[in-house]
């Protein structure tokens, strides 16, 4: 199964853009793709529209079939083996990923994702229960991600 990340807009601080092209690297031979949508940008419209609009962006990047991850600080908090797990699940097509091609993550852009998105979304992981810059977010997401494929594969990046 391809795992396909969804994140929004450019990074900022820019000063992280290195880190995270350095993790998008490592994760190319996992068959991992790291993609930027057009963030909706801040403006006189309220935040559920600004949200609202930015999830309709990002439906236009999902297609039909895909397993859809909302990162959210209220979602389910994820340890690296939990993680681990999901991906060899999803690897291996089996239960909750049986059937689907694709698994999008999806981070949301500066106000975070709309209600609406986050409920349709098959799950919901908190990458910590404190809100982050976005720059930030997408560090930790890759790098937790790079770290579960590298103990799927028995590679010794991770020491436990």
Known sequence: MKVCVLLPG???PASLAQG???YARRLKPFG???VEYKDEKVSSRSPLQVKEAEAGRIAKC???GDFVVACDERGKPLRTPELVDLLHAARNGAHPFAGRRRMVIVV???LGLADSFREQADAAWALSPLVMAGGVARIVLLEGLYRAFTVLDGHPYHNE
């Open 10 to 12: 450019r990074i900022k």
């Open 32 to 34: 991992v793709d790291v």
């Open 62 to 64: 999902l297609k039909e």
């Open 20 to 22: 995270q092209e350095e």
């Open 108 to 110: 949301g852009g500066a």
